[in-house]
């Protein structure tokens, strides 16, 4: 299954708890923080709720 590099390129402040609690489930916990994870439709629903926050890019 493809896999999606996920990293955090923008701050939380302002943001909705929904919105800080999904970077959160994401397994991002800071700026500039990076992780890789699975690419499912679970994972892409949190995206859209933080996509102006994030940088995402897809690996084999």
Same mark, same amino acid.
């Given at each position: *299954?493809?896999? $999606?590099?996920?990293t955090? =390129?923008?701050? %939380?402040?302002?943001? +909705?708890?929904?919105?800080? +609690?999904? $970077?959160?489930t994401?397994? @991002?916990?800071? *700026?500039?923080? +990076? =992780? #890789?994870? #699975?690419? %499912?439709? @679970? =994972?892409?629903?949190? $995206? #859209?709720? =933080?996509?102006? $926050?994030?940088?995402? #890019?897809?690996?084999?």
């Amino acid at each position: *299954m493809a896999k $999606l590099r996920i990293t955090q =390129v923008r701050s %939380t402040n302002g943001e +909705t708890k929904k919105q800080i +609690t999904s $970077l959160r489930t994401l397994g @991002i916990r800071r *700026m500039n923080h +990076t =992780v #890789e994870v #699975e690419k %499912t439709p @679970i =994972v892409l629903g949190k $995206l #859209e709720k =933080v996509h102006h $926050l994030v940088k995402v #890019e897809e690996i084999d």
